[in-house]
């Protein structure tokens, strides 16, 4: 689902989609991202720099590595994450980046793809 923040120009993009964490979903989203990437004028051909940045940001999610815990002050996931649960992707145009952002069992990562300007 995209939406639009009316406090940004109505032309940036805003993707957000919730799946579950299990691997055989990986690839949908890694075709996804270099689509979303390509299609804001991302530079790399094929799209693996964006593939990569969203397996970073994933790993981040599933391993409960290094990330930001949660906004409950529960720390949840930060040792023990529930790798079960949907993680929720969001890919958002800045002025000249694409942001991946994922989050999931109490933790948040991001990654930034640069765009062309």
Do not use: C, W
């Amino acid at each position: 689902m995209s939406e639009s923040s009316g406090a940004q120009d109505p032309s940036t993009l805003v993707l957000r989609i919730s799946i579950p964490a299990g691997a055989e979903y990986q690839v949908i989203l890694k075709e996804l991202a270099a689509k979303v990437a390509a299609y804001l004028g991302d530079t790399d051909p094929d799209g693996r720099a964006a593939a990569d940045a969203l397996d970073e940001v994933t790993r981040v999610i599933k391993s409960g590595g290094p990330g930001r815990a949660g906004n409950d002050g529960s720390g949840h996931g930060a040792n023990n994450p529930n790798t079960d649960e949907d993680i929720i992707f969001e890919f958002r145009q800045t002025e000249d980046a694409l942001l991946i952002r994922a989050r999931g069992a109490g933790r948040s990562a991001d990654a930034r793809r640069p765009l062309s300007s």
